[in-house]
Antibody
Framework: EVQLVESGGVVVQPGGSLRLSCAAS????????MHWVRQVPGKGLEWVSL????????HYADSVKGRFIISRDNSKNSLYLQMNSLRTEDTALYYC??????????????WGQGTLVTVSS | DIVMTQTPLSLSVTPGQPASISCKSS???????????LYWYLQKPGQSPQLLIY???NRFSGVPDRFSGSGSRTDFTLRINRVEAEDLGVYYC?????????FGGGTKVEIK
């Protein structure tokens, strides 16, 4: 069974840093592009970032560019999101999601259960 | 950025009746490779989103055939042939032809 399990979400003060992790299992992790997508509770979905199978290609939403860094460790079947200079508007449930492609991007399936990041003083 | 606009915002449907959701994109989602990069997701209450339809009209594995997608370029529709109680949730359209990847605002489907 393909499974994605996020962790690392906590309450952090504005300006703080946090690293999210996503543990993947049930598929050949280094065959696929991976994504982070976030959702403010009760609101819609916002794509955050993607990383190609090798890690050579990364892209970010403008709202997080320069503050967040996506990375992966294929030897550990893990995806990461380093979040710096956090703002209150970064408060959301963060999902990791598997793409259907390896070097490009398409649809997300599956999604993890999400990890909640709260930025508050 | 490509803006995805869904209508209606919410829908209340009697079980057994059809339902339809519209999604309009601000730019054509038809790629030069001939594919149209439009998807539909359903987020059931308390759950993560799940893929229903990819590339406009292809039902994903395990998706019941009462779900169908249609459309082209900038105008797309998700139809549920006969709504069942388990179909409640928020439906999102999404595009991947251009970064940033974007979603529609969502359509909440309630069961009467």
């Amino acid at each position: 069974e393909v499974q994605l399990v996020e962790s690392g979400g906590v309450v952090v003060q504005p300006g703080g840093s946090l690293r999210l992790s996503c543990a993947a299992s049930g598929f050949t992790f280094d065959d696929y592009t991976m994504h982070w997508v976030r959702q403010v509770p009760g609101k819609g979905l916002e794509w955050v970032s993607l990383i190609s199978w090798s890690g050579a290609t990364t892209h970010y939403a403008d709202s997080v560019k320069g503050r967040f860094i996506i990375s992966r460790d294929n030897s550990k079947n893990s995806l990461y999101l380093q979040m710096n200079s956090l703002r209150t508007e970064d408060t959301a449930l963060y999902y990791c999601a598997k793409d259907a492609y390896s070097s490009s991007w398409s649809w997300f399936d599956p999604w993890g259960q999400g990890t909640l990041v709260t930025v508050s003083s | 950025d490509i803006v995805m606009t869904q209508t209606p915002l919410s829908l209340s449907v009697t079980p057994g009746q059809p339902a339809s959701i519209s999604c309009k994109s601000s730019q054509s989602l038809l790629h030069s490779d001939g594919k149209t990069y439009l998807y539909w997701y359903l987020q059931k209450p308390g759950q993560s989103p799940q893929l229903l339809i990819y590339e406009v009209s292809n039902r994903f594995s395990g998706v019941p055939d009462r779900f169908s997608g249609s459309g082209s370029r900038t105008d797309f529709t998700l139809r549920i042939n006969r709504v069942e109680a388990e179909d409640l949730g928020v439906y999102y359209c999404a595009q991947s032809i251009q970064l940033p990847l974007t979603f529609g605002g969502g359509t909440k489907v309630e069961i009467k």
